[in-house]
């Protein structure tokens, strides 16, 4: 049975071959992503089971936004997936407030005001994801320059323990999946040269599965997803 599952940052990395594999496996994916340009891309790709939603997720109005999309297209989704993150990697004493608030933003708030304003879509027995970081992870190995990047996380996943509990009556699921280092343009860019033990296709295939059944198992949970213990 095909479900319809909302994607953030779907442009690019993990959320992109993300979109792709759920797409694959016949199921309709609504992207969303700040590049209009990468999502019309991916919507070539995929014509039948890709809708493109191009906006920046922590503009006051983007819950909204995706709302008004949902309700003008009748809309109920199965499926949420907060993908998008952003990491500065600089050492914590030299982190700004520019800095702490652009990560706060992107990887804590959007995530919990989106999950808040399209709750009403939800299907009975649908599920949440939140990807989060072993950087995030309690008792993890930690790295300097990602203070606050783990920071944020770690607070993702305390806030889907949370999201699930506040839930449970309307039969939607919430968990955390604590990603180990992935070989994405976001790493790369944060750690040049960097080789990631798991390719975003590998991590892209994981991920389907468990938005389409890891609930049948799991609720209210936070995931270690690695190889080893990297951020």
Known sequence: MSKRIVITGASRGIGNETSKRLAELGHQVIAISRSKDLLNQLKDEYPSNIEPLALDITD????????????D?????????????????????????????????????????LTKDLHEFFNSGSHIITISSMGGYQGSSKFPGLSVY??????????????ATEFSDKNISCNSLCLGAVQTEMLEQAFPGIEAPVEPE???????????NGHKFYNGQILPVTLGDPG
């Open 73 to 113: 297209n009748s809309v109920k989704i199965d499926g949420l997936i907060h993908n998008a993150g952003v990491l500065i990697n600089k050492p914590f004493s030299e982190q700004t407030r520019s800095d702490w608030q652009k990560q706060f933003e992107v990887n804590l708030m959007a995530p919990a005001l």
């Open 202 to 212: 590998e991590i892209a295939e994981y991920i389907s599965e468990f938005i389409l």
């Open 150 to 163: 783990s920071a944020t996380k770690g607070g993702l996943s305390i806030l889907t323990e949370c999201i």
């Open 60 to 71: 006051s109005s983007a819950g909204e936004t995706i709302s008004q999309y949902l309700s």
